[in-house]
């Protein structure tokens, strides 16, 4: 008897769909004396910067202009959030000398308005608030006329933890909501939407200007982020900055859609008139993004 055996075609994956970046995303690369000089200073004192951690598209710019955002507690985080390039792995030890070496350096650059980030240490007994606080401090020591934004973790909820960085007198405090309710699971599957209103509101509680931001891109719709808007003025939000999700590699959240320039100017129209103090809203913009105009 003859077998006859049949080819059995391979059926072909659907290929990812790759959405082409639009024109107004495309930004300058890094360069020029004031960059260089900037990069050269946070190396020689080995601090971190989240404007090179998180890839940012504004670095250039920023850098040049002689800003940037310091993130403290390492460079490792203990959160593994579907939409951020820094690493998560194993903790070190703390760092007790680096706010000291944070307010050197932004005594040296004179800056105007410090802004001041970490990555999330969810293992320590303060999840690091101290060392915004002390950091706060050192800078305040060498000008005491910048005012200093702190960008913070949630800290679990810890009221306590808050209270650390609160008593070392931020000008702003900062927390990201990041994206819309429904989308948690997948880009902040560690954190939780109602423990970042509540976070802002501690804060507005105490007298304190606070500010939050948010990415659109992830698979939101309009009425979703206008609905998380009302929430944040519900808390009394001053502060809110919205931009354009961008995948830092494949093995991140894909985007799920560029966002018209006029769907953001939509989102700042009615963020205005809803009550917030200032809006940012761009393709662009990112939490320190004109942080200086912010305040």
């Not at 702190?150 to 810890?158: A, E, N, Y």
Request: glycine share 6%; proline share 5%.
């Amino acid at each position: 008897m003859e077998i006859v055996i049949q080819e059995i075609p391979a059926v072909e994956q659907p290929k990812q769909n790759v959405i082409r970046k639009p024109e107004w995303l495309k930004a300058r690369v890094p360069g020029g004396e004031s960059y260089s000089r900037l990069k050269n200073m946070i190396d020689e004192r080995k601090l971190h910067t989240v404007c090179e951690e998180a890839r940012c598209p504004n670095m250039g710019e920023c850098w040049n202009a002689g800003t940037a955002t310091f993130m403290i507690l390492g460079d490792t985080c203990t959160r593994s959030c579907g939409f951020c390039n820094v690493k998560t792995g194993k903790m070190h030890l703390i760092d007790e000398d680096e706010p000291r070496r944070v307010g050197e350096a932004v005594g040296l650059m004179n800056l105007r308005h410090a802004v001041i980030t970490s990555v999330n240490r969810d293992e320590l007994f303060d999840g690091g608030a101290h060392i915004f606080a002390n950091t706060i401090q050192e800078i305040r020591k060498r000008l005491p006329l910048c005012k200093v934004e702190v960008l913070i973790p949630d800290f679990m909820g810890s009221e306590d933890a808050l209270n650390i960085v609160l008593d070392a007198q931020p000008d702003v405090l900062n927390h990201n909501i990041e994206t819309v309710p429904r989308l948690y699971r997948t880009v902040r599957p560690q954190a939780h939407y109602h423990r970042t209103l509540e976070l802002l509101e501690r804060a507005k509680i105490r007298g304190f200007t606070t500010k939050t931001g948010l990415m659109v891109g992830l698979g939101e719709t309009a009425e979703e982020v206008i609905d998380v808007m009302a929430d944040l003025r519900a808390v009394h939000c001053d502060i809110f900055t919205i931009g354009q999700y961008l995948q830092p590699t494949k093995n991140h959240l894909p985007v799920e859609r560029y966002v018209h320039p006029d769907e953001f100017g939509m989102y700042r129209e009615k963020g205005m008139a809803i009550g917030f103090k200032h809006v940012q809203s761009s393709p662009l913009t990112r939490s320190s993004y004109h942080a200086e105009q912010h305040v």
